[in-house]
């Protein structure tokens, strides 16, 4: 996969007053990005003078590894809240060994807490959630009926494919139909954010509510309006969609 449409490579910040701790992460986080084809960009500081400058001049960062307590006497928790009061909404992963301060992360929507020695394991799982989240800012052009339709990933419930006709049901644009094959819509939607599950549906991945791993297999998918959609799942892609379902529901839990 390659990292986005804005730029081919990760921009990743850690702030940490140690280098022990600081190769360290850039080490989990290299071979975390070379298995998923993703090339990272580093800038580390060990203090909070050069982070909030660079920050500024980077709004666009794509995660911050900070340090809850720094050499200085500096702590990582308010220097958080300072980066949310300059409307920064850089996703923020706190390295520290102070679990019980962890409740303090939801005030400043962080995406959690990585003990020291970091464990790759649940690196991999934050960085995944936040290029999932990434991915579904995503948008795909659709034309029917001479009209244009700019339609968000996140709206995307699932795409159900009817000879040669294709029908995109959305959540707030309604059904959108047109000519086209499976291989239109499989090429053209990012494999991070949807799945083929039947012959005839390819499903969103963040829109599924719970998945039937008993024959008739079946998935829910979660409306808008809280109602479920349940689509049948064949025996060739239940293996696939239930390892992925569970890994994600995983990482939505850490």
Known sequence: ???????????????????????????????WAAMRGIDCRYSCFSSSQGLISHLTNN?????????ISLGEK??????????????????????TSYQNRAPEGYLVDAVGFLDKPVDPGKLALFLDKIVNLQVLQKTVQL?????????PYNDILYVEINNHTLIYHTATHGDINFRGTLYDVLSSLDGECFIQIYRSYVIALHRINSIKPTQPYAVNLLNNDNTLITLPVSGKYIGEL???YSTRTLGRMI
Request: aromatic share 10%; hydrophobic share 40%.
């Open 1 to 31: 996969m390659v990292y986005g449409e804005r730029d081919k490579y990760m921009k990743i910040v850690i702030c940490e007053d140690e280098i022990y701790y600081t190769n360290e992460l850039k080490t989990s986080i290299s071979k």
């Open 59 to 67: 709004m666009d960062t794509d995660v911050l590894f900070l340090d």
């Open 74 to 95: 500096a702590d990582g928790m308010i220097l958080a809240h300072h980066i949310r009061k300059a409307c920064n909404p850089v996703p923020i992963i706190f390295v």
């Open 143 to 151: 034309t029917a009926n001479g009209h244009s339709f700019t339609v």
């Open 242 to 244: 239930m390892e992925i």
